[in-house]
């Protein structure tokens, strides 16, 4: 597509609750990038995706959050057993090679865990 | 630890009124240094990419300047649309970035 896009644009869910957040990155762009952003927090790296597989998992911030990427294209961040400081937009970005800086961000998910 | 600080957290000029935001960094290795800007409910969107110390960018009103530790990004004759926040990243060995807090930005006219 044009840009990346993110679904859903919104996610109000109850505590202990699994929510999937989707990114569908630019066509032909092979490094797919998920973040974090909470209120008046810079931007906190979750994963990093080169093709299917995920050499830097690094930033995911414990064993409920997982993320797949299927066809080298669009990618599933999963959370389970949400917990209110899940709270945050969850930011995706995409670039045409790895790790080049100029990345191509979504609009983000805002996910609100009550 | 890679460490990337902004300052001022917001900034409030008049409409005309030229400044500069602040990006300080402690990297090993620095691959590179970005810049972004973000308005309210959207994702960041690409501005600039610095490698070496002494380069410099610039696009419209904008200006971004690097040296060994810190980025400057000069805004001349800001006019109001250019209200939002801007955020500084780099990319050091290993390749994630690594983002500042930002730096909001309000122009009025």
């Known amino acids: 597509g044009a840009g990346v896009s993110q679904s859903p644009s919104n996610k109000v869910t109850e505590k202990g609750k699994d929510v999937e957040l989707r990114c569908d990155p630019i066509?032909?762009?092979?490094?797919l990038y998920w973040y974090r952003q909470s209120l008046g927090q810079g931007l906190e790296f979750l994963i990093y995706?080169?093709?299917?597989?995920?050499?830097?998992k690094s930033g995911l911030p414990s064993d409920r959050f997982s993320a797949e990427r299927t066809g080298g294209s669009v990618s599933t961040l999963t959370i389970q057993r949400t917990q209110q400081e899940d709270s945050a937009v969850y930011l995706c970005?995409?670039?045409?090679?790895?790790?080049?800086?100029?990345?191509?961000f979504g609009s983000g998910t805002r996910l609100t865990v009550v | 630890e890679d460490q990337v600080t902004q300052s001022p957290e917001a900034l409030r000029l008049q409409e005309g009124e030229s400044s500069s935001l602040n990006c300080s960094y402690t990297?090993?290795?620095?691959?590179?240094l970005f810049w972004y800007r973000q308005d309210p409910g959207k994702g960041p969107e690409f501005l600039f990419t610095?490698?070496?110390a002494g380069e410099e960018k610039e696009k419209e009103r904008l200006k971004a300047t690097l040296t060994k530790k810190e980025s400057f990004l000069h805004i001349t004759a800001p006019k109001p649309e250019d209200s939002a926040t801007y955020l500084c990243?780099?990319?050091?060995?290993?390749?994630?970035?690594?983002f500042g807090q930002g730096t909001e930005l309000s122009v009025k006219p």
């Open positions: 970005a995409s670039s045409l090679a790895e790790y080049r800086g100029g990345y191509t």
């Open positions: 066509s032909g762009h092979t490094a």
């Open positions: 995706f080169q093709g299917n597989s995920a050499p830097d």
């Open positions: 990297v090993s290795g620095l691959r590179g």
């Open positions: 610095l490698y070496s």
């Open positions: 990243a780099v990319q050091a060995i290993g390749g994630k970035l690594i």
